[in-house]
């Protein structure tokens, strides 16, 4: 059974500060979603990464995928106050039908003034 | 843009109910899916669909049912519902092939008193 890790579950970061999310799963998979999801609102994609080694980045985002240490990291520069969401990653071994994605429970991201 | 609309954005029903929540897509998308999504323990998977009539079992399909009779919509079905499907339920939609995203709707909260 794929289990997909995330920590921490909770963050409080200062404005202007750095930090990094870290995504562990359990099987082998070469593709791995992260996504954003605010306050009563629905999952918006953030970023696919397809390969191992993939980087991708927008704005004060950035995520790397380890395919062979079976490990993402969603990493956070110069923090401000709209990135506070709560952050999924997601993993799927369907051979990219997308059939099914496992997500991690979350990230609450609070970022402070 | 994509879009997956969800019929009801909030549902009060009564134990032993049955509960009909509907999802709609307008990309022409193949696979179509359902989760449930709980406090401390992220989305879970439903049920997916990746064609019309088609549809295959999640992680947590017991006291579910779906229904797929055109592409574009995906019926979630609580046949006897229960206090303990109280709880956020998103639908989703992607291709059939390829790597992008899901797309989610912007869910239903359902609750059963």
């Known amino acids: 059974e794929l289990k997909v890790e995330q920590n921490p579950l909770f963050l409080s970061m200062q404005e202007g500060k750095n930090y990094t999310i870290y995504c562990n799963y359990s099987?082998?998979?070469?593709?791995l979603y992260w996504y954003r999801q605010d306050p009563g609102k629905s999952l918006e994609s953030l970023f696919v990464?397809?390969?191992?080694?993939a980087v991708k980045q927008e704005g004060r985002l950035m995520a790397s995928l380890d395919t062979k240490a079976r490990l993402s990291t969603l990493h956070i520069t110069a923090a401000v106050h709209d990135l506070s969401a709560t952050y999924f990653c997601?993993?799927?071994?369907?051979?990219?039908?997308?059939?099914?994605?496992?997500f991690g429970k979350g990230t609450l991201l609070t970022v402070n003034p | 843009d994509v879009k997956v609309t969800q019929s009801s954005r909030y549902l009060v029903k009564r134990t032993g109910e049955k509960v009909f929540l509907e999802c709609v897509q307008d990309?022409?998308?193949?696979?179509m899916f359902w989760y449930r999504q709980d406090p401390g323990l992220g989305l879970r998977l439903i049920y997916f669909?990746?064609?019309?009539?088609?549809?295959e079992k999640g992680d947590i399909p017991e006291g579910y049912s779906v229904s797929r009779e055109k592409k574009e919509r995906f019926s979630l079905i609580l046949e006897s519902a229960s206090t303990n499907q109280t709880s956020m339920y998103l639908c989703?939609?992607?291709?059939?092939?390829?790597?992008?995203?899901?797309?989610f709707g912007q869910g239903t909260r359902l609750t059963v008193v």
């Open positions: 989703a939609s992607s291709p059939g092939t390829g790597w992008t995203s899901a797309f």
């Open positions: 099987t082998t998979s070469d593709r």
């Open positions: 990464l397809l390969s191992n080694g």
């Open positions: 669909s990746y064609d019309v009539k088609m549809k």
């Open positions: 997601a993993v799927d071994i369907s051979g990219g039908s997308n059939y099914k994605l496992t």
């Open positions: 990309m022409d998308h193949e696979n």
